[in-house]
């Protein structure tokens, strides 16, 4: 009796087992279709939650699940769900034909997500250890891309120069060939923005120094200036000096001068004045010539327009003042 009762037991738990892996099964299978269902019509979103439905069952743990998983997240735009699952999928599938694709797909993810450091080193290691895939020019090329972001153009453009040589054909060459006019162009107005410095720098130093000599210069000039007006006033001083001096001789001379001549003439005239009636004695007569006379009212007359130059000299000081 116990036998039989442990013998249905068993059977029963067998059944059980084998009722739950077929319903699991067809589960695992249904949530699969729908993916695929989603993924063949592009919808991207629908495709990546089905498939990670699909995966949650054991018998969907595989690497075709995982590749369309991955696939769906990046036409989604989850660059970094895609990322976690091509670790996962690297971890769990190395001998897949579809290892390279993801380790490719990892490393260009990597470039979309700005770690570009680590994309140069995943897709590097992608380019020696599969060298004849298809994917090796993109590889190579987003390895350019990620030193030409880092701003390593140099190593950048030897990279691009060897996609355009090697992979003509390839569908990344037109953009290799732009990004090595653009890193020509950028050496040209690095270069130019150099000399710009450079040229800069040199105005800049000699402007300072052209102000420091004009400083100078008007500091010299301020000096000369000054020692010319202090000369300029010290003759100015002298030749007063000197007009005074000589006004007072001229004025000493008018005054002798006219005094002998009075005397003079009243001394050579003093007969005619005697002879000659009152109503004649308003009327000079003739003076006879003298030489020392003669002299001497030249000299009063040469005294005179020495006056009156200085006194047009001094009027025209006082003008200009």
């Known amino acids: 009796m116990i036998k039989t009762v442990k013998k249905a037991f068993a059977l029963f738990l067998v059944c059980a087992v084998f009722s739950f892996s077929f319903f699991a099964s067809e589960s695992a299978g249904s949530a699969f279709a729908e993916a695929c269902k989603a993924y063949t019509k592009g919808d991207w979103a629908d495709a990546k939650f089905m498939l990670k439905k699909a995966v949650a069952y054991p018998q969907n743990l595989n690497p075709d699940t995982y590749y369309m998983l991955i696939s769906a997240e990046v036409y989604d735009g989850d660059n970094?769900?895609?990322l976690d699952d091509c670790n996962f999928f690297i971890d769990n599938f190395p001998k897949s034909s579809y290892y390279p694709r993801i380790c490719y797909q990892k490393g260009r993810l990597l470039y979309t997500l700005g770690e570009y450091e680590k994309a140069i080193i995943v897709l590097s290691d992608y380019c020696h250890g599969f060298e004849s895939d298809e994917l090796y020019p993109y590889a190579l090329f987003y390895i350019g891309e990620s030193l030409f972001a880092g701003?390593?153009?140099d190593?950048?453009?030897a990279i691009y120069e060897r996609i355009v040589t090697e992979f003509p054909e390839s569908d990344k060459t037109p953009a290799a060939q732009y990004r090595l006019e653009t890193i020509l162009q950028r050496g040209r107005?690095?270069?130019l923005l150099y000399l710009l410095k450079q040229t800069g720098e040199e105005y800049l130093a000699a402007k300072e120094e052209y102000e420091r000599?004009?400083?100078l210069y008007n500091s010299e000039s301020l000096d000369l200036t000054r020692q010319k007006l202090n000369a300029a006033?010290?003759?100015n001083e002298e030749l007063e000096r000197q007009i005074e001096a000589l006004e007072l001789q001229i004025e000493e001379l008018k005054n002798r001068t006219y005094e002998e001549d009075e005397t003079a003439y009243r001394e050579d005239n003093s007969a005619a004045y005697a002879e000659t009636s009152p109503l004649e004695k308003d009327v000079p007569s003739p003076v006879p010539y003298d030489e020392n006379k003669t002299r001497v009212r030249?000299?009063?007359q040469k005294a005179l327009e020495a006056q009156k130059m200085l006194d047009e000299r001094n009027n025209g000081n006082g003008g200009a003042e």
């Open 298 to 300: 030249l000299l009063k």
């Open 80 to 82: 970094r769900g895609a």
């Open 151 to 153: 701003y390593k153009y």
């Open 233 to 235: 006033q010290a003759k």
């Open 155 to 157: 190593e950048a453009g």
């Open 189 to 191: 107005e690095e270069k």
């Open 213 to 215: 000599q004009l400083r």
